[in-house]
């Protein structure tokens, strides 16, 4: 589908909240197990990240089984995490813009964090094949194709993209974390995962500056797009 960015801004948008909402459908159904096991040595092998600060999370936090709904949450973030570095190692192909190339290592760091909880819990990875545009979940494969289309267009097209996944992901992850996951260790990984967001919405959006480009919000609202963009680069976690 070619086009312009905003043209083909409601489809995204749309099916992104198609996929939160299969996530939540699951919830009805769900109880959440409210009797944690804290850490047996047989239950909860130690998790190495290579990330000290992620691994300390997940090794000093409870043990609590996933409900359903938990489970999805994680595996639709698997996905999305992998989307944005496909389609940033994609646009660094394309346009040499090191922005690309620098998020997208952070996107794969997103990745393994979310893969160190499956493996923490014994969940189904949904990266069957961790090559470039697999994904198992068919609405994030139809938003990884538009988008990576309108990446295609120019430079700017491809950078307005970045600041749009940006906002995908920190929307998300902030749905998410508000009806579905009451787990402690994905809560924090959640977290981390969403101040990343928050520091690469802030790197795409100056990006588009330096180029002369007025971004708008996509899929936050103006006082959270604003909130963002107004308030220093986050460190710590070395998301």
Not at 32 to 53: A, C, E, R, S, Y
């Amino acid at each position: 589908m070619k086009g312009t960015f905003n043209e083909n801004y409601t489809t995204m948008r749309a099916l992104s909240l198609i996929s939160v909402a299969l996530v939540m459908l699951v919830t009805a159904n769900c109880e959440k197990n409210t009797d944690p096991v804290l850490n047996p040595v047989n239950q909860n092998p130690v998790v190495n990240t290579g990330n000290p600060h992620l691994d300390s999370i997940m090794n000093n936090t409870p043990y609590e089984v996933p409900t359903a709904a938990e489970e999805e949450a994680l595996k639709l973030m698997r996905e999305e995490e992998k989307m944005a570095r496909d389609l940033y190692l994609n646009a660094f192909d394309d346009w040499n813009v090191q922005i690309f190339q620098n998020i997208s290592g952070s996107e794969q760091r997103h990745m393994d964090a979310v893969k160190a909880l499956l493996t923490k819990y014994s969940l189904t990875d949904p990266v069957l094949n961790d090559g470039r545009g697999l994904f198992v979940n068919p609405v994030i494969d139809s938003i990884y194709t538009l988008l990576d289309q309108q990446a295609g267009l120019s430079k700017i097209d491809a950078l307005k993209m970045g600041a749009f996944v940006e906002e995908f992901d920190i929307k998300d992850l902030r749905e998410l974390k508000d009806h579905v996951v009451d787990n402690t260790d994905i809560t924090l990984v959640f977290n981390e995962l969403e101040r990343g967001s928050r520091n690469h919405l802030r790197s795409f959006y100056e990006n588009l500056q330096n180029q002369g480009i007025t971004y708008a919000p996509q899929v936050l609202s103006q006082a959270e797009f604003d909130a963002i963009i107004n308030s220093p680069h986050e460190t710590g976690g070395g998301m």
